[in-house]
Structure formats: C-alpha cells, structure tokens
C-alpha cells in the first residue's frame, strides 16, 4: 500500500532563512502528488500540485518542489520563509489503487517561522 | 465561487450517543471525500462518494458510514461513539473526472467532534 513520509516533524527558522522540507513516497509508478498548508486555525489549502511535465512545480506565494521520480521524492522549497509562513505542511499522494478518492497523507511538518 | 461548507463546525457528543456530519461540495464537483485528522494518526481516509455511490472506503470500523445526494452534498454518521472518535472531520470535493484523470481535491474547515 501506498504510504509517504515527511522526515522533518518540527522545522524552526528565522525569518529569510531557507527552508527544503522532504517527502518521500513508497509506490513506483504513476503518481500525482500535492503539499497542502494549514495555518494555524485555519484549513486545509493547496499549495502546489504534480500531475506530469516539468517536475519543478511552482505554488501559491513563492514555493516550490520538486519531483525527483528515481528518489521517490517531492520535496517542497521556499528561498526566503516569512513568519507568515508558519504553519504545518502536508505531503499527500493521490492512490488510484481502486478509484481516485484517496490521497494518502504524511503526518505532517510544522513550520516555525522567528520574527 | 463559494468554498466546501461543513456543518455543524464544533459538536461535543457523549459516549455511545450517534452524530451526523453534513459536508456541501464546490458547485460542481461531483466527489467527496471525508478524513479524520487526529494529533496521533494525522489525516487518514474515511470514505469516498460519487454520484451517490460509495467508491473507495478506508480501513475504519462499520460506526462510520456515510452517503451523498443527488446534489451531490454528502453526510457523515458515526453511531455508537467512543472517545477515540474525537477528531477534527475534513471533507474534500472535488470534480472527479474520471479514468484516472488527474484531480485535485478541495477542503472544507472541518467539524471539531469531542467525545466526552
């Protein structure tokens, strides 16, 4: 079964520091993967999306990952966080196992962002 | 275009007591999705509806059920309650185009459910 990792549960950064946050996947094959943000009382929003074609994706306000196909991986980037960043980020991939109602999810990493 | 809704948005339940979760998808969108988001187990699956059929179901007991209308708007019931149940309930809707299509889904701002 599919399943994704998200290495880091607790990520603390100053602001303008730059941030690189893993994903890994365990299924080979075709894969359409996602990060989604939930900033503190608020919820669920897409940040970025892969479906195919160019594997460096750009998002909502300056993030960006990529999917490396041979790692497995899909790791989200931002050059210069904010503290309006802080939130927690979610790394899911969509399992067409039986139909396409299933996004598997990481647990999750929580962003810190220091004034 | 107006979000996915969830109502009730808190609902606090006791023990053994039943509860119902309402979710209304984007207009147009013709899935929805149900998770439970809990501090321990993160966001997992719950169960998938399309065109009032349920299409994929995740790995949680029987309590849990749902159904969708042809309005595609779509409820969640959990009966018999345990404290174990108290989670934060996200729906997701989305447009399903089908074959495999490459979709992306939507969320709502979820039902805060505690079970006392």
């Known amino acids: 079964a599919q399943s994704v990792s998200q290495h880091n549960h607790h990520v603390i950064l100053s602001e303008a520091a730059s941030l690189e946050l893993g994903c890994n996947y365990s299924?080979?094959?075709?894969?359409?993967l996602f990060w989604y943000v939930q900033y503190p009382g608020q919820h669920l929003q897409l940040l970025l999306k892969y479906f195919s074609g160019d594997p460096l994706v750009k998002g909502i306000k300056g993030f960006e990952a990529e999917f490396i196909k041979s790692k497995f991986s899909f790791n989200l980037r931002k050059p210069s966080v904010q503290w309006s960043d802080t939130a927690e980020y979610f790394c899911?991939?969509?399992?067409?196992?039986?139909?396409?109602?299933?996004?598997?999810f990481g647990k999750g990493t929580k962003l810190s962002v220091k004034p | 275009k107006a979000g996915v809704t969830q109502t009730p948005r808190y609902l606090i339940k006791t023990r053994g007591q039943q509860v119902t979760l309402s979710c209304s998808p984007i207009?147009?969108?013709?899935?929805v999705s149900w998770y439970q988001q809990t501090p321990g187990q993160g966001l997992q699956f719950l169960f998938e509806y399309f065109s009032e059929t349920q299409r994929n179901k995740g790995n949680f007991p029987g309590r849990f059920s749902g159904r969708q209308f042809s309005n595609s708007r779509s409820e969640m019931n959990v009966s018999t309650l345990e404290l174990g149940d108290s989670a934060l309930y996200l729906c997701?809707?989305?447009?399903?185009?089908?074959?495999?299509?490459?979709?992306?889904?939507?969320f709502g701002p979820g039902t805060r459910l505690t079970v006392l």
């Open positions: 997701a809707s989305s447009l399903a185009l089908g074959g495999g299509v490459a979709d992306t889904q939507y």
């Open positions: 299924y080979g094959g075709t894969v359409n």
């Open positions: 207009s147009g969108h013709r899935s």
């Open positions: 899911a991939v969509m399992d067409y196992g039986g139909s396409q109602g299933n996004l598997i």
